[in-house]
């Protein structure tokens, strides 16, 4: 496995990112990087915004805090150091119907007009009625809570956003959209904010990065959309593999395991020292799920190697044998900040 290291001529230079944009298979784990990520960047000093997109409320069931509004809230302290100091994490759950209301509001003054658009059913009908709307919307925010300015009175500047992305099969489309209507408006603020949009998107202050598991569909989605998103200019950033198995075999375990000849007696010798009751077919149980494991891990290997030929920095994120909670996303965080993704 191949870990980004500063000597790395394919590494990014993280601490030049401003916007981490994270995608990736529907199950993979995209919102639990997305939420590790942010803890892990929020060091001392440093406020982080974690923003959703998709509606799910995803950010409030992973740290145990109540459904987000459309409205910036600390959630979470950050990763501590050593001297027990750390940053804040903010959140944002971004929904298009409030974002086109904020929009009008700053750039048009329409304030209680914007509202009254609101009661008749006039902003629904037109996120409903063009779907590329709702995109350029949602983007539009994460731009602005990224490239905060004057009109941004008394709003927190941050020090890095964190954007829980769509998944990977739409991803290039959610992130170009601007890109087609900039073709389609010639002049005006929309031209121009599509423009900025953009512009941040496709520099060295984004990075969209990927999450996968060792799994051949999910790989080789994740090795389409490098693609794709490469060939609209979009400046791709590692790939993280989730739910990395522990590694209890040693080869020539596995080899034994997988042609079937394990030691059977050296097994029931173990589970006597383990002071367990040893029957014939429990041994059978475990060497034919010790087959299982090490056909399982074939496969993954073969995944590994397929990922490592991607030409991307890779990073790992352990499986949670408790799940995803707050403690479970910390220790996430420690991993990703251990191995140089949050600088």
């Known amino acids: 496995m191949s870990l980004a290291t500063d000597a790395d001529p394919v590494s990014a230079d993280w601490s030049r990112v401003q916007l981490h944009v994270v995608t990736g298979k529907g199950g993979t784990g995209k919102s639990t990087l997305a939420a590790a990520l942010a803890l892990a960047l929020a060091r001392p000093g440093r406020n982080v915004l974690l923003c959703e ?6 950010i409030a069931r992973m740290f145990d805090v109540d459904p987000l509004p459309y409205e910036e809230r600390r959630i979470a302290r950050g990763l501590a150091d050593d001297e027990g100091a750390a940053g804040a994490v903010h959140a944002l759950h971004i929904d298009p119907e409030s974002a086109l209301l904020e929009y009008l509001s700053m750039y048009y003054k329409l304030g209680r007009a914007g509202k009254a658009l609101d009661r008749f059913g006039v902003v629904e009908f037109a996120t409903t009625i063009a ?17 905060r300015n004057a009109r941004n009175k008394k709003a927190i500047t941050y020090d890095a956003v964190v954007l829980d992305a769509p998944p990977t099969g739409r991803i290039a489309q959610f992130l170009g959209v601007n890109a ?13 904010q599509a423009d900025n949009v953009m512009r941040l ?9 990927l999450v996968t598991v060792l799994e051949e569909m999910p790989v080789q989605e994740t090795a389409d959309a490098i693609t794709e998103l490469q060939e609209t200019g979009m400046r791709v950033g590692a790939v993280v593999v989730n739910q990395v198995r522990r590694r209890d075999l040693l080869p020539e375990q596995l080899t034994s395991a997988r042609n079937g000849d394990f030691d059977r007696a050296a097994v029931a010798a173990d589970l006597t020292r383990a002071k367990i009751d040893v029957t014939p077919e429990l041994v059978d149980t475990l060497v034919d799920e010790g087959r299982d494991h090490a056909d399982r891990r074939a496969l993954e290997d ?21 799940g995803v909670d707050p403690g ?16």
Do not use: C, N
């Open 180 to 192: 087609e209507l900039a073709g389609l408006a010639r002049m005006g603020p929309i031209k121009s």
């Open 302 to 322: 073969a995944q590994r190697a397929v990922v490592d030929g991607l030409d991307r920095p890779v990073y790992e994120l352990p499986r949670l044998a408790g």
């Open 201 to 209: 998107f496709r520099s060295p202050r984004t990075a969209i990065h």
């Open 131 to 147: 779907p590329g709307v709702r995109d350029v919307l949602l983007t539009g925010k994460v731009y602005e809570a990224s490239q």
């Open 53 to 58: 997109v998709e509606g799910r409320q995803g």
């Open 328 to 343: 479970g996303l910390h220790d996430l965080a420690a991993a990703l900040r251990d191995q140089g993704m949050a600088p």
